[in-house]
């Protein structure tokens, strides 16, 4: 089969690789008939080390597919299915997963990271834990929500994540940082949660006036101690309730610990790329909370399902590129390049 290998940095081809096959009881293959490159993807396509990982390391975590086989001990999930596969594989059983942290599974871990997990950016895909991991939709593959559908295995439920990470709440000022697609989905979330004022921090117009459209009131361009300024010119000089942290980069923490307010939450759900932070001294006396971490999308999926196939939120809109599996490297390249939001992948 085909799947996507990442060797070392900027070097990612679509390679064939042994087909996936059951290993494990409770292990199910599914036939990708969606996937889509994650703004996450691209820290190793910009510093993995040659041989970090031995024969390459097998590329994406979202996807969309068909079940064609399970393993002897699946009950829940059946051949045929449409079903979505999110980032993290769980068990579903265990004491995180029961209390709705599947990203701490006991038993679990992630796609395309390397290790137990391949890649989802492939024509197929093994899942660990199937019964716990995959979700079953009853709508056609060909759908016209799919692209929305897709969002579920990661991004929109990423961003659902950073806005109840940061207690976003009716009536309380809500600033979102990063314009890429969790930051986008943190918009719709944020308004999905009955936020009134929402501050996109944002560079792009094209993304900018998408926020706009899910429901960002205000939008900063602005960096560092200036777009500080400005957020808190637009809040009468307090700061907001909540900061979604979208990004991951160290002027983004930077950033969030200056324009929330005392008693105010930053919800992170970008994967840190910074050294550890001092949010000690100062930032004690202001009573901030900082939470947040992988989003447990799994236990999200049917809070946000019905919402998306009743149209009232539309998160497939942050795809803006459509491609096939051989295209997968010029999709990279279009991210990096900032020529394209997300990419979506059609094996």
Known sequence: MRATVMHQAGDVRVETIPDATIQQPTDAIIRITRACICGSDLWPYHDLQPDAVPGGRRMGHEAIGIVEEIGSDVRRIRRGQLVIMPFAFSDGGCLF?????????LHGGFFGVGGEAGGAQAEALRVPLADGTLYPLDVGAEDALMPSLLTLSDVMGT???AAITARVAPGKPVAVIGDGAVGLCGVI????????????????????????????TDIVSARGEEAIAQVRALTGGHGVHSVLECVGAEAAITTSLGIVRPGGTIGRVGVPHYGPQEVGGPFFYRNIAIAGGPAPVRAYIADLLPDIMEGRIEPGRVFDRT????????????MDN??????MIRP
Do not use: N, W
């Open 323 to 334: 491609i096939a599996l051989e295209e997968v490297p010029a999709g990279y390249r279009a």
């Open 159 to 161: 961003g659902h994540h």
């Open 189 to 216: 979330a944020a308004k999905r949660l009955g936020a009134e004022q929402i501050i996109m921090l944002g560079r792009h117009k094209a993304r900018t006036d998408l926020a706009r459209a899910f429901g960002a």
């Open 338 to 343: 900032r020529e394209a939001l997300k990419v």
């Open 97 to 105: 997963c029961d209390e709705g942290l599947h990203t701490s599974c």
